[in-house]
């Protein structure tokens, strides 16, 4: 038994690594390489300047200029402020973006090409 164990298993081992082994590196360096090839040609898009949901924004939550007009509530206790659009109508509201400071402001103004933003309290 001693024998087996010290013999015969690690030469076993040592077989399977010396000829198996470099198969899988091989097949793994691979791997790591067409990973990083897709992921530089997804990084190159955009160069992640415009996030995901901003791309997408206009198209999930259409701004009709004839029934509906862009307001920022404001909120008196909190302080939070939220982008969106009221109808004109039954003055529903629309919540898009939540809105952190002015860069966010202009982001909100930009996507939907508005001139100006009435604000609400």
């Not at 190159?44 to 862009?70: C, G, H, M, V, W």
Request: hydrophobic share 50%; charged share 25%.
């Amino acid at each position: 038994m001693g024998l087996l164990t010290a013999v015969v298993i690690p030469g076993i081992v040592w077989l399977l690594f010396r000829y198996f082994m470099w198969w899988m590196v091989v097949i793994g360096m691979l791997i790591l390489a067409a990973f990083f090839i897709v992921f530089m040609i997804e990084m190159r898009q955009d160069n992640s300047k415009i996030p995901y949901y901003e791309r997408t924004l206009r198209d999930k939550i259409p701004f009709d200029p004839e029934k509906q007009y862009a307001v920022i509530r404001s909120s008196i206790c909190t302080g939070e402020k939220i982008a969106g659009f009221k109808n004109y109508g039954d003055a529903h509201f629309v919540e898009v973006m939540l809105i952190n400071n002015l860069e966010d402001e202009k982001r909100f103004m930009k996507i939907y090409d508005l001139k100006e933003v009435k604000r609400e309290y």
